[in-house]
């Protein structure tokens, strides 16, 4: 299989080609249409094996045919850990790069809050976020997810090793019933 057979948008296909790369992996090729699909799915391979794209690039795909509204993001990635936050953003920048005013805000711990605020302020297409400060934002009224179309866990069995399940709890009680959900 090739990308091209994956229904993505060109813009995107443009941006996976510029990265060097021919043949979706195996977690791509099955997870890529099962996401533009509108399903829910559980993702599961190595680290290593292009799991990352396999759902930012739909992802970037079903936000180009949308707007994004003042402080309500779109999409919501929670990760485990802040390396891991700044990694998948960084694979925004990768494959977004054609798309036009795609607005992705990182929410990490251990940072200071100033700029996250503003980021929150603003139209959002994609919010990334540890369960942790996400929660910080919640309660003080700032990042508000009712608006969430897709909610990404990554690195899901990380997330409930660590302890997080109430917390991803508690942030999923706030976002709609309809929903996609994706598990990695
Ligand atoms: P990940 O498993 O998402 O951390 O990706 C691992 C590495 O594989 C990253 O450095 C990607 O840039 C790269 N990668 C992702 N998809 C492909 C692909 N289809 N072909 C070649 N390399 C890829």
């Given at each position: 299989?090739?990308?091209?057979?994956l229904s993505l948008d060109p813009r995107i296909l443009a941006a996976v080609k510029a990265a060097g790369y021919t043949t979706p992996t195996p977690i791509q090729e099955q997870g890529i249409p099962a996401v533009l699909g509108g399903r829910d799915i559980t993702g599961i391979a190595q680290t290593g094996t292009g799991k990352t794209a396999a759902f930012v690039l739909p992802m970037i795909h079903k936000l180009g045919q949308g707007r994004a509204k003042a402080r309500m993001p779109r999409s919501l990635i929670l990760e485990p850990t802040r390396e891991l936050a700044i990694q998948v953003a960084k694979a925004f920048t990768v494959y977004g790069r054609h798309v036009q005013g795609l607005r992705v805000a990182t929410v990490v711990g251990g940072v200071p809050y100033g700029a996250?605020?503003?980021a929150l302020?603003?139209?959002?297409?994609?919010l990334i976020a540890t369960p942790g400060r996400l929660m910080d934002h919640m309660a003080s009224g700032k990042a508000i997810l009712s608006n969430v179309e897709m909610l990404v866990l990554d690195e899901a069995d990380r997330m409930l090793d660590m302890g997080f399940i109430d917390d991803i709890k508690h942030i999923a009680s706030f976002l709609p019933e309809q929903r996609?959900?994706?598990m990695f």
């Open positions: 299989m090739t990308f091209d057979e996250q605020l503003s302020r603003g139209p959002l297409d994609v996609q959900t994706v």
